[in-house]
């Protein structure tokens, strides 16, 4: 079983629309989580961290839920240029080691 | 702004021959960390290292070799290229720290074909 799974998608939305994704761990040591934004053949680039607590930037709503094991996303009026692969991402405590999803598609429809 | 660059973003070997691929970064961070990213697959970890000289295995170490002897510069050696090394090299490096900030930066990859 992966560390980190999430559904792959694809997600095809229209414009405005809001959207949610979910990614699942299964290590109990992976102490923070985070949620980057990687751009067809680019690299993938930290969109936010993610706190118990739940946190906004601007459109994007993370939220992470450790008594479920569960990140999620919330994109909230989404814009053609949110179009991307998001990859949720786990943390161990020790700081060194990190755990990739495979990563949600999203494409957002004019 | 950490910055993470890589010595290739496009790359093209012959089976056998012996490939290096370099990764720097300006941040002074401790840990490094060499990917290779496969559609359907994800990321999977080849190498990391938390020091310099200092070395783990990642998920998938077998046909790659990594050098760290200075703390800006990771490099990934490949001693014989195969084709089923054909993929997008990701490097990234991080804080050793457990803040919500102490987290990886990529650099902009390398996609490594070998014929």
């Known amino acids: 079983r992966k560390e980190v799974e999430q559904d792959p998608g694809p997600f095809n939305v229209p414009e405005g629309a809001t959207v949610a994704f979910n990614c699942t761990y299964s290590n109990s040591a992976s102490q923070s989580f985070f949620w980057y934004r990687q751009d067809c053949r680019k690299e993938p680039k930290l969109l936010m961290s993610?706190?118990?607590s739940g946190n906004e930037d601007g459109r994007f709503t993370a939220q992470l839920n450790r008594a479920s094991q569960y990140i999620s996303l919330l994109i909230r009026d989404s814009k053609l240029s949110d179009s991307a692969t998001y990859l949720c991402v786990g943390r161990t405590n020790t700081g060194n080691q990190f755990y990739f999803g495979t990563g949600t598609s999203l494409t957002v429809i004019p | 702004d950490v910055k993470v660059t890589q010595s290739s973003r496009y790359l093209v070997k012959r089976t056998g021959e012996k490939v290096f691929l370099e990764c720097v970064q300006d941040m002074d961070h401790e840990n490094m960390f060499w990917y290779r990213q496969d559609p359907g697959l994800g990321l999977r970890l080849i190498y990391f290292?938390?020091?310099?000289?200092?070395?783990e295995k990642g998920d998938i170490p077998e046909g790659y070799s990594v050098s760290r002897e200075k703390k800006e510069r990771f490099s990934l050696i490949l001693e014989s290229a195969s084709t089923n090394q054909t993929s997008m090299y990701l490097c990234a490096s991080s804080r050793a720290g457990t803040k919500s900030s102490d987290t990886q930066y990529f650099g902009p990859g390398t996609r490594l074909t070998v014929l």
């Open positions: 993610v706190y118990s």
């Open positions: 290292s938390y020091d310099v000289k200092m070395k």
